[in-house]
């Protein structure tokens, strides 16, 4: 698929995501693993928003390590990224295998295992490994590790 297929997909599937009936409680935010996956189109979104606030996400630990999400607020729970948030993160509350911790769930997403097959699909690295691509140029090669990784996480979604 097409940059522009991609960037098509998440908008329509973020214009017609319900809002969940969220109380603010920060509850969810011990799930906010770092080192997420995301799409070009959300790697750039987030870049846009960040070069705004002059702020650079933190390096917490090892790629492979479950980690606290880098753009969680240093000293708090809140996400810094919220209003360009990647996909998998406004999926939270609304389908089954990513419940509200407060049970605050809506009526699932009718269609969310296709929209994360779909969203699986796309080519996706950490924020960090689309950073050194850019600044490797036109083209900028990922690291072998990178590729490896993505390589698993394309494989067919388990039926
Ligand atoms: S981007 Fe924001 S919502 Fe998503 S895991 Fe990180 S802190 Fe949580």
């Known amino acids: 698929m097409t940059a522009l297929d991609e960037a098509a997909f998440l908008c329509e599937v973020c214009a017609r995501l319900p809002n969940a009936d969220c109380c603010g409680c920060h509850d969810c935010a011990g799930r906010c693993a770092g080192n997420l996956r995301i ?74 295992l296709e929209i994360i097959r779909t969203y699986a699909a796309f080519e996706r690295h950490t924020f960090r490994e689309w950073l050194r691509a850019e600044r490797a140029g036109p083209g900028g090669v990922l690291d072998a590790s990178a590729r490896a990784r993505q390589r698993t996480e394309t494989a067919p979604w388990p039926q």
């Open 39 to 112: 799409t070009r189109t959300e790697f750039e979104a987030i870049r846009r928003h960040l070069d705004g606030g002059g702020w650079f996400p933190a390096v917490r630990g090892d790629a492979d390590m479950v980690v606290p999400c880098e753009f969680q607020e240093p000293d708090g729970p809140r996400c810094l990224v919220y209003p360009v948030r990647p996909l998998v993160c406004r999926l939270f509350g609304l389908v089954e295998w990513l419940p509200c911790p407060r049970g605050r769930l809506l009526p699932p997403v009718p269609d969310g």
